[in-house]
């Protein structure tokens, strides 16, 4: 009998890339029977995962009040023994399913009691009281939970070391999405840069990115896939100059998003300085560099760290929309750089940044906690970081 596992998200949606294409499917491919719990439109069964829809709620405090019990009962009933978070808000549901004897996992995407500090809708005290809250709860969770499975190393460091694991989001390698798209020297087009993010907010550099289209000509086109954080924010940017050379597209699903790639020229992540994103490794920045696509990024010490070692891209100023620009037009101006550059980002994700490995850490991971058994928070099994 196949081992059952839930996975668990009330914010993101089911298909999300790290919690549906890397994890689930990597765990139905190893034999486990995997049901993924999140925004859908429907239940289905996509590679081997049986997805369980959850109703989206618009209400922000209604959300985090009535979808973690939503999901918590589905995790309840699904009889799986191993129970995978995503979001710092199911970490009460996670902690009530311990104490119930389940072996759960809480799976931290990004530093949360930094990226509470730049909710701007939140009063000043608001936000320093939250993220104060979210920090208590993950020290709470981190001594209690059976395991922890964080981003980055940097993350890591925050969670007892024995029982934490970094499984990065580093891309599958198919043929589909491995250097489908190395840059031509036909001109003829407009020279195309992308940006995905499942939110379009200034503090992902949005709103630097329509200013540097304000200095560009009309040769230049910027794709921009995902929602808007609010409509005021899109009412704001369509008055904007640089506005006229957007192309939003709302939402790109994940097959979808290797044919976005092969119609444009460069990835661009031009998130804003803010303590939660010097710690982040963007999934994106690895699709782009897997596809072949130069990128140009913000000069953070850890992506400076890949892109200038590897040769991939240009680290730019997020805040300076010139300086973004500049490096847009060395690329366009320069085929036989960006082409070198995307070739040099695709080899680096062959050799080291690819799934491969993570999904050894993270099925070595499951195998401990299935074969470990069911006994009380005091007792689980010892596990080592990987970094």
């Known amino acids: 009998m196949k081992k059952k596992v839930v996975i668990l998200t009330s914010v993101h949606r089911a298909c999300d890339t790290r919690i549906f294409h890397q994890q689930a499917r990597t765990l139905a491919e190893a034999g486990y029977a995997v049901t993924v719990v999140g925004r859908h439109p429907r239940a289905e069964t996509v590679d081997g995962v049986s997805i369980h829809p959850i109703p989206h709620i618009r209400n922000r405090l209604s959300r985090m009040i009535v979808t973690p019990l939503r999901t918590g009962l589905v995790a309840l009933r699904s009889g799986s023994r191993i129970c995978h978070l995503h979001d710092p808000e199911l970490l009460p549901i996670g902690l009530a399913l311990a104490l119930l004897g389940r072996r759960v996992v809480y799976d931290v995407h990004e530093d949360y009691p930094q990226q509470v500090l730049s909710k701007y809708y939140l009063h000043p005290l608001a936000r320093r009281a939250a993220s104060m809250i979210v920090a208590a709860v993950e020290r709470i969770a981190g001594s209690i939970l059976a395991a922890v499975i964080t981003a980055t190393g940097q993350i890591a460091a925050r969670f007892p070391a024995h029982k934490t694991r970094v499984v990065r989001n580093y891309p599958r390698m198919t043929a589909e999405t491995c250097g489908c798209n190395l840059p031509t020297d036909d001109t003829s087009g407009r020279f195309r840069l992308v940006h995905l993010a499942g939110t379009l907010s200034h503090v992902r550099g949005v709103t ?3 200013d540097t289209m304000g200095l560009l000509d009309d040769s230049f086109e910027l794709v921009l896939a995902g929602k808007w954080e609010t409509p005021a924010y899109f009412h704001a940017l369509r008055h904007m100059p640089g506005f006229a050379r957007i192309r939003h597209v709302h939402h790109v699903p994940h097959p979808e998003v290797w044919q976005l790639y092969r119609r444009c020229h460069v990835g661009v992540i031009c ?3 803010l303590p939660r994103h010097l710690t982040a490794l963007p999934v994106k920045l690895f699709e782009f560099m897997a596809t072949g696509l130069p990128v140009v990024v913000s000069n ?4 400076r760290s890949i892109v200038d070692t590897h040769g991939c891209g240009l680290c ?14 060395r690329l ?5 750089l960006a082409r070198t550059m995307g070739r040099n980002g695709m080899e680096a994700v062959r050799q080291y940044y690819n799934w491969n490995s993570e999904a050894a850490a993270l099925l070595d991971l499951y195998s401990r906690l299935s074969e470990s058994r069911c006994v ?6 010892v596990l080592s970081v990987t970094t």
């Open 316 to 329: 730019v100023d997020p805040t300076d929309p010139k300086a973004i620009a500049d490096a847009v037009r």
């Open 332 to 336: 366009a101006q320069d085929r036989r």
């Open 271 to 273: 998130s804003l300085p």
């Open 208 to 210: 630097s990115l329509v």
């Open 300 to 303: 953070f010490p850890l992506l």
């Open 376 to 381: 009380r928070t005091s007792r689980y099994p």
